[in-house]
């Protein structure tokens, strides 16, 4: 993307405020994007208090702004619950005659968390790259010294040969710049080795709930239609119980199946770390793949961006921090 472009800001999910919905406006606006909110996004659902109007408001919202001719972007606000709810009622073919913008490179989705559902979505119905990345109207915007500068980067630069996740190191010369150093890396090889793939997941809990899903139910078909995989989850506020259920229903559905490695990210408010280690042990170390852990992606304060739907390749040698990067520029910004 370059400024000038233009970004439709949307709720797909949970309502929003007034304030946050300023600041998230101001700070892509200081990114010289021109911001169009969507008509619905002040809406509150009349029954239900935890969703940002009703599904027929906010799913009329993203088609218009999918749709738009001059949407380069369409930015998601914040997550919550509620995006899986507006599947049903789209019409993808509409969706896929509009998915080029006018110099015919790909619109961009963003988004995280509950946002996974519409990631699902464009991956099985459109087929182009999409951005899972802190929301403009969460805290990590107001709080984190290192997200705005991050997803920017994700948004105006190249794609291509970029590392994923914290860096193993700070870069030269960061401390003297005066920008904000990103935390450093502390990713963990579980099971090493050395795996290439189109990169896709992100929340357990959303993609469990898809299980059987027109997005999910034929996915073990369309992996090993499309060649090799490289799956990533993270979530939030889950007991270790309800991970291993939600586990249970991917590895019971077949999500695992033709997988070439999985990469972890964070479990912000769940079980420690440690603990989350070995239950995905448990379910996945037999399979005979790579498998990294706290690579940061989802609800870390400080998350880093991840394009989904894009080739990777991830290195994890024995002894070794794992990295993971991007091989191939296709739906890049």
Not at 4 to 13: E, H, K, M
Not at 171 to 200: D, E
Not at 219 to 232: A, D, T
Not at 254 to 282: K, N
Request: hydrophobic fraction near 40%; include cysteine; charge should be negative.
């Amino acid at each position: 993307m370059a400024a000038g472009d233009t970004v439709r800001l949307i709720a797909p999910s949970g309502p929003t405020d007034e304030e946050s919905l300023q600041r998230a406006i101001a700070q892509l606006e200081s990114w010289g994007l021109k911001v169009v909110p969507g008509d619905n996004v002040r809406a509150r659902h009349p029954r239900v208090k935890y969703l940002a109007g009703t599904d027929a408001e906010r799913r009329a919202d993203l088609v218009d702004a999918w749709c738009d001719p001059d949407t380069d972007a369409v930015i998601a606000l914040r997550g919550g619950f509620g995006a899986m709810r507006l599947l049903d009622g789209i019409d993808f073919d509409l969706m896929r005659r509009h998915m080029l913008r006018r110099d015919g490179r790909p619109k961009l989705l963003t988004g995280s968390s509950d946002i996974t559902a519409l990631h699902q979505a464009w991956e099985h119905h459109l087929g182009v790259a999409t951005l899972f990345c802190p929301m403009v109207g969460n805290d990590p915007f107001k709080n984190s010294t290192v997200v705005p500068d991050e997803v920017a980067s994700w948004l105006f630069q190249p794609w291509g040969g970029r590392e994923l996740g914290f860096p193993a190191e700070e870069p030269a010369g960061s401390l003297a710049s005066g920008v904000a150093a990103r935390p450093l890396s502390r990713a963990q090889t579980l099971v090493p080795g050395t795996a290439k793939g189109r990169l896709g997941g992100g929340n357990l809990s959303l993609i469990a709930a898809g299980m059987g899903s027109p997005e999910l139910i034929d996915v073990r078909e369309r992996r090993e239609r499309r060649g090799p995989s490289i799956l990533m989850l993270e979530d939030v506020d889950e007991e270790l119980y309800r991970l291993d259920n939600l586990m249970v229903q991917l590895v019971r559905g077949g999500w695992f199946t033709s997988a070439d490695a999985v990469v972890l990210g964070s479990w912000e408010d769940c079980a420690p770390v440690h603990e989350v280690e070995a239950l995905m042990i448990d379910y996945l170390g037999g399979l005979g793949i790579p498998i990294v852990s706290e690579m940061g992606f989802g609800h870390d304060p400080d998350a880093p961006s991840v394009p989904l739907g894009v080739d990777v390749t991830l290195d994890a040698e024995p002894g070794e921090r794992p990295r993971l990067r991007v091989d191939h520029a296709g739906g890049q910004a």
